[in-house]
């Protein structure tokens, strides 16, 4: 779009020639200028230089304002980093704590397993030494029990101080738990 400025008729500035201002702003700056008793190119420059002085004033004031909104920005980035954070942490613990539940687990299964294994070696030793008698499941080798009365159904009497070769493998691999 091609704006058409019509140059004013009264008295020509001491400006440029190319200049072109509007007809009614060329009213408003006679209007003032008159007021002010000055020529028409003091007022005009230091129109110009009012208003570069005020943009310049406007951008550092945007600059500003910039600055306060990326610094609340900024405060909100570190609000929210927090919160994850936190979170993470959280979610650390509770894997650390779920780590060491295992851990305890495991370590109360192993104990366990090793008292039982030291249980059946010193039952197995007795049997040995002719202290008990000791009853082993037909289906199961490994099976086996001491009874003070009548044992199971399925369960046969073992020979005094003899094991059968499964128990004796057993007995053979644990010895060294009972020195």
């Known amino acids: ?11 020509r500035p001491g400006t440029q020639k190319n200049i072109r201002i509007p007809f009614d702003l060329m009213d408003l ?25 005020d943009d310049w004033n406007f951008a550092g004031q945007m600059i500003k304002y910039a600055d306060r909104e990326i610094k609340m920005f900024e405060d909100i980035k570190v609000f929210y980093k927090e919160i994850l954070l936190k979170e993470e942490k959280r979610q650390q613990a509770a894997k650390e704590e779920a780590k ?16 039982r294994i030291l249980n059946d070696m010193r039952l197995l030793q007795d049997h040995i030494d002719g202290r008990r008698q000791l009853w082993v499941n037909d289906d199961n080798p490994m099976d086996f029990m001491w009874f003070r009365a009548d044992p199971r159904p399925g369960y046969s009497k073992l020979p005094k101080g003899q094991l059968n070769k499964e128990l004796l493998q057993f007995y053979n691999d644990h010895l060294h738990l009972l020195v």
């Open 1 to 11: 779009m091609l704006e058409v400025f019509l140059m004013h008729n009264r008295n």
């Open 29 to 53: 700056i006679e209007d003032i200028r008159l007021k002010e008793g000055k020529n028409f190119t003091e007022f005009v420059v230091e129109r110009l230089r009012l208003t570069f002085s």
């Open 100 to 115: 060491r539940q295992e851990l305890e687990e495991a370590e109360a299964t192993e104990a366990d397993k090793k008292a």
